[in-house]
């Protein structure tokens, strides 16, 4: 089992920076591959694909939106799973959820058994 808790979301203007922290409790997590995915306003499920990175840290992969201005990392010394978010836009005004599934990284959030509550990230235009 795999418990999930997110922080770090708020309100921000567009332009700044903000980092999303995901912290992991359980045994198993560092064999995890771990993702980010985000709810918009208006929309009724998770499923703009945010980031994923590999149980190892060696492999990430991004959604085209955010391509070039986040970055997710994972310390395993902290079980912790990290999103830089950069050059904030107002369309990236929604609650950031991680998820963890074991095996390789995916895109898809139907994949992942483990999901945390969601962060609030708000960018003011």
């Known amino acids: 089992q795999v418990q999930l808790v997110e922080s770090g979301g708020g309100l921000v203007q567009a332009g700044d920076s903000l980092r999303l922290s995901c912290a992991a409790s359980?045994?198993?997590?560092?064999?995890?591959?771990v993702g980010w995915f985000r709810q918009a306003p208006g929309k009724d499920s998770a499923s703009d694909f945010v980031a994923t990175i590999s149980a190892s840290g060696a492999v990430t992969y991004y959604g085209d939106s955010v391509k070039g201005r986040f970055t997710i990392s994972r310390d395993k010394t902290k079980n912790t799973v990290y999103v830089q978010m950069n050059s904030l836009k107002a369309d990236d005004t929604a609650v950031y959820y991680c998820a963890a599934k074991y095996g390789l990284t995916s895109r898809r959030g139907d994949d992942y058994a483990y999901w945390g509550q969601g962060t609030q990230v708000t960018v003011s235009s």
């Open positions: 359980g045994p198993t997590f560092s064999s995890t591959a």
